[in-house]
């Protein structure tokens, strides 16, 4: 098992930045892929960036790209979300989650592990 905790999270001015940190423990070594979803009230949870453990397939939403950048820090076994000039439409509560898989899509069924989350509220 994999336990996740999410912190970082707060609230921001438009071009504020923000860095999330997810601290994982437990049966770390089953861990592939780690990543960012995010959730805006009345929307689909999404995908905001992804990696692999050994640091292949960094991966960004679209939206996100250029402005947040992921990283982790195997010895600490910590995962971060640098975010950078944020923007209203980043307001959302944000999860890390792991697979047992490497990284390759979306898909729900590949995320075994989920942090309880931090909210991040960006004002205009």
């Known amino acids: 098992q994999v336990q996740l905790v999410e912190s970082g999270g707060g609230s921001v001015q438009t071009g504020g930045s923000l860095r999330l940190s997810c601290a994982a423990s437990?049966?770390?070594?089953?861990?592939?892929?780690v990543s960012w979803f995010r959730q805006a009230p009345g929307e689909q949870r999404e995908g905001v960036a992804r990696i692999n453990r050994d640091g292949s397939s960094e991966y960004y939403a679209y939206t996100v790209n250029g402005r947040f950048t992921i990283s982790h820090n195997s010895a600490k076994n910590t995962l971060y979300l640098e975010m950078n000039n944020l923007k209203p439409e980043d307001t959302a509560m944000y999860y890390c989650?792991?697979?047992?898989?490497?990284?390759?899509?979306?898909?729900?069924?590949?995320?075994?592990?989920w942090g309880q989350g931090t909210q991040v509220t960006v004002s205009s």
């Open positions: 989650a792991a697979s047992r898989l490497w990284c390759g899509s979306w898909s729900s069924a590949a995320w075994n592990y």
């Open positions: 437990g049966n770390v070594y089953s861990v592939h892929c």
